[in-house]
């Protein structure tokens, strides 16, 4: 079909931004469409390994990560934001991969449609 970019600027467990990002993301790869759920900013914090939902009244969104990767999508996390929420690679989910900024951009160019929460 087409190739959907799904862009999460937000963390999880504030609002519904990241909940609804994965669900799309889900929705997408159900659909035979391919998909890529980039993280910037304070999304890249979805792809904390063991994140504490404790409280926060949210759905802790780990294992969905998961789901979207075993499903087919392809997640990203921004290299920079990375750097500024203090994550390193052993500390993320299995299967997100770090890319800077030019990779990014060259993903949105390719992509039909760009979803942003």
Known sequence: MGKIAMILRKPPY???NAAEA???????????????LILVDGGVLLARKGQDDTATGFTNLEATLKDCKEMGAEIFADNLSVIEYGLRK??????VAVANESDIAAMLKQA???MIF
């Not at 994965?22 to 890529?36: F, N, Q, Y």
Request: glycine residues 14%; negative net charge.
């Open 14 to 16: 504030g609002d519904i």
């Open 22 to 36: 994965v669900r799309h993301t889900l929705g997408a790869v159900s659909g035979d469409m391919e998909a890529l």
């Open 90 to 95: 052993e500390d993320m989910v299995e299967g």
């Open 112 to 114: 039909d449609t760009t």
